[in-house]
């Protein structure tokens, strides 16, 4: 069970956007539609921002979307804020467990 | 507002056992839902260990199974999770979460334990 595969790093200036890919295999991402996305800002605890690959969870501003192609999820930040800077991460059901993705930093120039 | 608390030792000696408590508030165990356990070894990325839901039933994470025990104890709303043969590399921040539809959806703040003698 291999980790999904994200880009290291991204970045933007304030008011673009930015998309995050999120590769994995018809065991995990392609074959479910149970993608998730994490921010992560140091030293805090994960918090969902995308679920079931596109559904935001109360309180997550609408600049945050998801989508997914295949085997390969994305997330895009449009808009890009300063309180945007973070680690990302994906996370896929991969039937009975789960697997998160490597993580990507993204930087607000 | 669901609430989640880490609590257990902050060192263990290489070879012994992990072991973390996760308290849960404003919700109760009983009604349901699966209760997971993650890990982020410093400064690297997340690990999914295990989960378990309301009735006992866990599911582990292929390479931790042979060392891993999760368990839940509803009369104390909490759940736990037990590492045996512990080396430095199972040092980690380690959270507990609930699961949501196929996703955490609350996370605890975190417990950094470190295998070191």
């Known amino acids: 069970q291999s980790a999904l595969t994200q880009p290291p790093s991204a970045s933007g200036s304030p008011g673009q956007s930015v998309t995050i890919s999120c590769t994995g295999t018809?065991?995990?991402?392609?074959?479910?539609?149970?993608v998730s996305w994490y921010q992560q800002h140091p030293g805090k605890a994960p918090k969902l921002m995308i679920y079931?690959?596109?559904k935001r969870p109360s309180g997550v501003p609408d600049r945050f979307s998801g989508s997914k192609s295949g085997n390969t999820a994305s997330l895009t930040v449009s808009g890009l804020q300063a309180e945007d800077e973070a680690d990302y991460y994906c996370?896929?059901?991969?039937?009975?467990?789960?697997?998160f993705g490597t993580g990507t930093k993204v930087t607000v120039l | 507002q669901v609430q989640l608390q880490e609590s257990g030792p902050g060192l263990v000696e290489p070879s012994g056992t992990l072991s973390l408590t996760c308290a849960v508030s404003?919700?109760?165990?009983?009604?349901?839902?699966?209760w997971s356990w993650v890990r982020q070894p410093p400064g690297k990325g997340l690990e999914w260990i295990g989960e378990?839901?309301?009735?006992?039933?866990?599911i582990y994470s292929p390479s931790l199974k042979s060392r891993l025990t999760i368990s839940v104890d509803k009369s104390k709303n909490q759940f736990s999770l037990n590492l045996s043969s512990v080396t430095a590399a199972d040092t980690a921040v380690y959270y507990c979460?609930?699961?949501?539809?196929?996703?955490?959806?609350?996370w605890g703040q975190g417990i950094l334990v470190t295998v070191s003698s």
């Open positions: 979460a609930r699961q949501g539809t196929y996703t955490s959806d609350y």
């Open positions: 404003g919700y109760s165990i009983s009604s349901g839902h699966w």
């Open positions: 378990i839901d309301y009735s006992g039933s866990p």
């Open positions: 018809i065991s995990d991402v392609g074959g479910y539609n149970y």
């Open positions: 079931e690959v596109s």
């Open positions: 996370s896929s059901y991969a039937g009975s467990t789960y697997v």
